[in-house]
């Protein structure tokens, strides 16, 4: 699609083949097969326990895997320690409820992987961080504490907090859920903002608008299972499968 | 007031010696008590039941028997000999630390599992994350409690005077030989420790004030 188009043979940014996941006898990866170029943004949909959380956390192997295989940028995943770790430090990740140290200042929070993960001086990294900190507007609220920011200031100083470490991917799961509505806009925009520049980004959402309008492609999910994989535009109007259009009559209405 | 500065050297000798006792096995527990604490949270079963063996054994045998132990059984073993004072360190050290380790587990439990989280998937290590992450919000969460500790410890410090170390639980002794009332000596030795107390708990006041703001 978009960045795969190049001369280069570049493997995929992600690339999960044959991937099976339980948690004892609960099925919740299913066969899932999904490539992810360079440079795409995709969002997953699904209804609430399909499996989609798992499938992002896979990812970077805060959940261990069953079977099957992953790489991300054509290096299969390491299963534990310092390889593990490096990977992990190239995979920005996003969560619902934002996860920011509350013992450290909005500043303190950038800083800290890459002091101690890449070994950036204090000052290098202060720098870098007020950088990104002011790119998703909150440069103003870095020496306060998280539990000072609202809730939209919270998860965007977590997106500054992900981008720091100049990662080659970003996850996100469910980045807005936990937000007050007059919120969601803020942090939405900063995500598109994102795509815009080209970051590789899977994005699990319920934001529709933000489907249709960054999206390169959209993944539907039911019990584990990839339904539906195609383009937004095509999955909006001319979704294929029954769980899809039960989904889609779901959100819409309401 | 004749009782205290006529003997002054003696309530200095002593109290000197408690402090040395209270400082060393205090920074000896709060280290030991921590480790246990990691022991006791790892993902290696083996570590966790090594953990909870030590706990269970120690805390539920008296700090007298402990002192016994280090006094007359441990020199049997012929291992590294240890002086009055390092026995009593070492003795007293045991004893807290499997206190301590509970408290900081319970510290454990409070910090939201989702910040240990993004601390890894930021590539930070198993000791990164809980040097950085978990530990300095577990010991905030735990003050009250670990002051407690450090208080009970600071007060068994005065078994050590049973095993020959010459600190404040012994200033009675020395002066009764001396003929000094008996009474207002231990009313001086009271007073002795009740100002390291406070001494403790203005720690703790100014801890709390400081780390309030992080949340
Ligand atoms: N740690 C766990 N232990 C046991 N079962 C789990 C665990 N985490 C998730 N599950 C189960 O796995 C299934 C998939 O969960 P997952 O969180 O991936 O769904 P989801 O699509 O993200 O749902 P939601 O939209 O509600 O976030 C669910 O049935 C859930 O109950
Ligand atoms: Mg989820």
């Known amino acids: 699609m978009t960045a795969a188009e190049g001369s280069l043979p570049t493997p995929p940014m992600i690339r999960m083949a044959g991937v099976d996941k339980y948690f004892g006898q609960l099925h919740v990866l299913r066969d899932i097969n999904i490539e992810v170029p360079s440079g795409q943004v995709v969002v997953v949909l699904g209804p609430s326990g399909s499996g989609k959380s798992t499938l992002c956390r896979a990812i970077n192997r805060l959940e261990p895997i069953n079977s099957g295989t992953i790489e991300v940028d054509g290096k299969p995943l390491p299963a534990e320690g310092k390889a593990l770790a490096g990977l992990r430090a190239d995979v920005g990740m996003v969560f619902q409820q934002f996860n920011l140290f509350s013992h450290k200042t909005i500043v303190d929070n950038v800083t800290l992987a890459p002091v101690k993960v890449r070994k950036q001086s204090a000052a290098e990294a202060k720098k870098a961080a007020m950088a990104l900190l002011d790119r998703v507007g909150i440069a103003n609220q870095a020496e306060k504490y998280p539990a000072q920011l609202s809730g939209g200031q919270q998860q965007r100083a977590a997106i500054a907090r992900a981008l720091a470490m100049q990662p080659k991917v970003m996850l996100f799961d469910e980045p807005t859920s936990a937000l007050d509505p007059e919120m969601v806009q803020e942090v939405l925009d900063t995500m598109a903002g994102l795509a815009k520049d080209g970051m590789t980004m899977l994005v699990v959402t319920h934001e529709m608008g933000f489907a249709r309008r960054a999206a390169h492609r959209v993944v539907f999910m039911a019990d584990g299972e990839i339904v539906e994989d195609s383009t937004p535009n095509e999955f909006f109007t001319a979704p294929k499968s029954d769980r899809a259009k039960d989904f889609l009559g779901k959100i819409l209405t309401h | ?215």
């Open chain 2, 1 to 215: 007031m004749d009782v205290l500065f006529d003997n002054l050297d003696v309530f200095a000798n002593g109290f000197y010696t408690t402090i040395q006792l209270f400082v060393v096995s205090g920074i000896g527990s709060l280290i030991l008590g921590t480790a246990l604490a990691m022991l006791r949270v790892s993902p290696v079963p083996v570590f966790r039941s090594a953990g909870t063996l030590y706990v269970t054994i120690v805390r539920n045998t008296p700090l007298t028997l402990v002192f016994l132990f280090f006094a007359f059984a441990y020199p049997r073993l012929d291992m590294v000999d240890l002086s009055f004072f390092m026995t009593a360190c070492v003795a007293l050290t045991v004893y807290t630390s499997a206190f301590i380790c509970e408290v900081v587990r319970s510290g454990i439990n409070t910090v939201p599992v989702g910040q240990a989280e993004a601390a890894r998937a930021l590539g930070l290590g198993f000791g990164q994350v809980l040097g950085t992450i978990v530990l300095p919000q577990a010991f905030r969460s735990v003050l009250p409690p670990m002051m407690s500790m450090l208080i009970a410890l600071l007060k068994n410090t005065t078994i050590a005077a049973g095993f020959s170390v010459a600190e404040a639980g012994q200033i009675r002794s020395i002066l009764s030989e001396r003929g000094e009332n008996q009474l207002l000596t231990l009313i001086f030795v009271a007073v002795g420790f009740i100002l390291l107390v406070m001494i403790l708990t203005s720690v703790q006041r100014t801890l709390e004030k400081r780390w309030s703001v992080a949340r």
